[in-house]
């Protein structure tokens, strides 16, 4: 048998946390990568995986043979590019995930121009909004908004994204423009259905930060969908400034509460940490760095 071959399928099933989700990421079928997982058993002479058909979990061994399999394995990539020179053509997978709006606003045009530049790399970008264990999903980078927390993850940052709150001026014919946090309270809220103040607008305002409560009268999960409930006149919101920027050049969407405003963002480029670093993640790090100024 392959026995790196198994290695590799035996890291990747662990990190992606099931058969059926490394047989995606391999491209190959549930069967084959179960077989594979059987053969490296029988091989080894040792369980590696406890399976039953609602979990996987690792034996004693198999979180042994996980942490030096994949230390090998980075060894031997290591070892690849080092054979190779620095100066070697970029190949080989590079798997990205960055938040939708941006991510298909900006991100995907600057990840196409990567490729361009190194053809031989091959591009998986994911747009989600959701939080991703970069591990899990075998992620090499990923773009993040606000405070990061402690983790094993190195960070790059790339700038600050502003946030500000805004509406239609159908919707400010209408109802009016607040002013302040006592107006506010009185017009309905355009959100994400997953924002963690609800009914709620955390603002910072002249004297600090504040949060007005407000009737939520459109959600979604999705930010070019609020930006047209906004437009469309619903209510209020507070929106990223990097997306509604032609919104406003054009007049669709008006700043209110000019002296209010949700807590800027950092925005980092994050990606696992380790003794070897690919090259094509630390090249698509820089690059994304150098294209990105300017954005926020």
Same mark, same amino acid.
């Given at each position: 048998?392959?026995?790196?071959?198994?290695?590799?399928?035996?890291?990747?099933?662990?990190e992606?946390?099931?058969?059926?989700?490394?047989?995606r990421?391999?491209?190959v079928s549930?069967?084959?990568?179960?077989?594979?997982?059987t053969?490296?058993?029988?091989?080894?002479?040792?369980?590696?995986?406890?399976?039953?058909?609602?979990?996987m979990?690792?034996?004693?061994a198999?979180?042994l043979?996980?942490?030096?399999?994949?230390?090998?394995?980075?060894?031997?990539?290591?070892?690849g590019?080092?054979? *190779?020179?620095?100066?070697? /053509? =970029? %190949?080989g997978a &590079?798997?990205?995930?960055a938040? !939708? @709006?941006v991510g #298909?606003?900006?991100?995907?045009?600057v990840?196409?121009?990567?490729?361009q530049?190194?053809?031989?790399?091959?591009?998986?970008?994911?747009?989600?909004?959701?939080?991703?264990?970069?591990n899990?999903?075998?992620?090499?980078?990923?773009?993040?908004f606000?405070?990061?927390?402690?983790?094993?993850?190195?960070?790059?940052?790339?700038?600050t994204?502003?946030?500000?709150?805004?509406?239609?001026?159908?919707?400010?014919?209408?109802?009016?423009?607040p002013?302040?946090?006592?107006?506010?309270?009185?017009?309905?809220?355009?959100?994400f259905?997953?924002?963690?103040e609800?009914?709620?607008?955390p603002?910072?305002?002249?004297?600090?930060?504040?949060?007005?409560?407000?009737?939520?009268?459109?959600? *979604?999960?999705?930010?070019? /969908? =609020? %930006?047209?409930? &906004?437009?469309?006149?619903?209510? !209020? @919101?507070?929106? #990223?400034l990097?997306?509604?920027?032609?919104?406003?050049?054009?007049?669709?969407?008006?700043?209110?509460?000019?002296?209010f405003?949700y807590?800027?963002?950092?925005?980092?480029?994050?990606y696992?940490?380790?003794?070897?670093?690919?090259?094509?993640?630390s090249?698509?790090?820089?690059?994304?760095?150098?294209?990105?100024?300017?954005?926020?």
């Amino acid at each position: 048998m392959d026995v790196f071959r198994a290695m590799v399928t035996f890291v990747r099933v662990v990190e992606a946390g099931s058969l059926s989700a490394a047989a995606r990421d391999l491209n190959v079928s549930q069967p084959a990568i179960s077989q594979q997982i059987t053969a490296l058993e029988q091989h080894l002479r040792v369980r590696l995986i406890s399976r039953t058909t609602r979990q996987m979990a690792l034996t004693e061994a198999g979180s042994l043979y996980y942490r030096k399999a994949r230390a090998i394995i980075e060894a031997v990539a290591e070892a690849g590019e080092v054979a *190779a020179g620095h100066s070697a /053509t =970029l %190949t080989g997978a &590079l798997r990205i995930q960055a938040p !939708i @709006g941006v991510g #298909q606003s900006y991100i995907a045009d600057v990840v196409v121009a990567f490729q361009q530049q190194h053809p031989q790399v091959i591009i998986d970008l994911v747009l989600d909004d959701r939080f991703v264990d970069l591990n899990a999903q075998a992620v090499d980078v990923a773009i993040r908004f606000g405070k990061l927390a402690s983790s094993s993850l190195v960070a790059r940052r790339l700038g600050t994204l502003r946030r500000i709150v805004v509406a239609s001026p159908k919707y400010v014919a209408a109802h009016g423009s607040p002013e302040d946090e006592l107006s506010l309270g009185t017009h309905s809220q355009v959100r994400f259905n997953a924002a963690p103040e609800g009914d709620a607008m955390p603002l910072i305002g002249p004297s600090g930060p504040i949060t007005v409560p407000v009737r939520t009268a459109f959600m *979604a999960n999705n930010a070019f /969908t =609020l %930006t047209k409930a &906004l437009v469309a006149g619903i209510g !209020i @919101g507070g929106a #990223q400034l990097p997306l509604i920027n032609d919104a406003l050049k054009k007049g669709q969407l008006v700043r209110v509460m000019s002296s209010f405003a949700y807590a800027p963002l950092e925005v980092h480029a994050v990606y696992p940490s380790g003794r070897f670093i690919p090259a094509k993640v630390s090249a698509f790090v820089a690059f994304l760095e150098d294209h990105t100024t300017g954005i926020w």
